[in-house]
C-alpha cells in the first residue's frame, strides 16, 4: 500500500530524508521510530503529497489519509464541520459512520474544536481522516500530549479498523512500547536515515533500541 523507495527530501542546503527506503504492505501496521527532527513528519507529509522529493519514488495503492501532527483541526469550525471537510475527496458529508466508531463525538458535534480538549482534538482528526475513506493511514504521532487511556481508546479504534477492515497503517511514532503493541514490524529513522528494521519483537530485544527507546540499558 505504501512503496518508498531511495527517497531523498531536502529543506534548502539540508537533507531532511536520505535515500529512504521502506514499504506497508496491504493490510499491515507499520511502524516508524525516531527522535524529534528524525524526519517522521517530513516522510508523513511526503506522502500526503504536501512535500515534494528531491528524488526517489512514492508509490502509494490505495487511497491515503493523513493524521498530522498537532492534529491542525479549523479551531473556530464545529466538529461536524471539520469531520465535513475530511470528506470532500470521498464526496462522504454524513459523518454517522464516524459516530458509530467514535460516540464522543457525536456528543460533541456542535462545539468548536478549539475548546475542545488535547484527547477529543485527536479523535476530531481520527474522524476527520475516516471521513476520506481511507485504505491506508499514516498517523503522525496518535500519543503526543494524551493522557495514557485517551491514547489506549484511540489505538483500541485503530486495531479494530485494521482487523475489521483490513487498513493499512503506518503509524509514526516516538512512543515505543505503543508502536510494538499494535504493529508487526518497524523501521528507526536517525537523522534522515534507516538505521534499522525487522520485526517489533525482534526490535524490542535489540538493546540499542531498548536503550534508545524502550528505557532499557545496554548490555
Known sequence: MI???DLVVS???ATAL???TLTVGEGEMVALLGPNGAGKSTLANTLAGIIAP???TVRIGGRLALIPEGRQLFPDLSVADNLALGGWRSGLRDPSSVYELLPRLAELAGRRAGVLSGGEQQ???FGRAMMSRPEVLVVDELSLGLAP???ADLAAHLAELNRSQGLAVLLIEQNARLAFELCSRAYVLESGR???EGACAELADDPRVAAAYLGGAVT
Do not use: I, R
Open 3 to 5: 512503496e518508498v523507495q
Open 11 to 13: 529543506y534548502g542546503t
Open 18 to 20: 536520505d535515500h529512504l
Open 54 to 56: 528531491a528524488s526517489g
Open 123 to 125: 479523535m476530531v482528526a
Open 149 to 151: 487511556g485517551v491514547t
Open 194 to 196: 534507516l538505521v534499522t
